[in-house]
Nanobody
């Protein structure tokens, strides 16, 4: 499984971006996908996750501003980011978790989001 994230860029505060994460390879057993971010000098943190059954979880900082969605036909997960703030500036990483007889975690390369004030 390979994850390819795209859609990052430079945007002014209050603007919007949509990140995409395309998954190549078998989706068998992939029951959770999500977005994480890592700001300069900080640890990587959860942004949002979506389970195969549709259950969604957001970190409090992005609730009401970000929306995670999943297109199973395209094997793609999206993160719509609205009302962006300078503190949203980070490298955003796509994540997938496969649970079969063992648990495996996959990471994409990340895409940089820069929000100017």
């Amino acid at each position: 499984v390979q994850l390819q994230a795209s859609g990052g860029g430079l945007v002014q505060a209050g603007g919007s971006l949509r990140l995409s994460c395309a998954v190549s390879g078998s989706m068998f057993g992939i029951n959770e996908m999500g977005w994480y971010r890592q700001a300069p000098g900080k640890q990587r943190e959860l942004v949002a996750t979506i389970l195969s059954g549709g259950r969604i979880n957001y970190t409090d900082d992005v609730k009401g501003r970000f929306t995670i969605s999943r297109d199973n036909a395209k094997n793609t997960v999206y993160l719509q980011m609205n009302s962006l703030k300078p503190e949203d500036t980070a490298v955003y990483y796509c994540n997938a978790i496969r649970v079969t007889s063992v648990r495996r975690e996959y990471w994409g390369r990340g895409t940089l989001v820069t929000v100017s004030s």
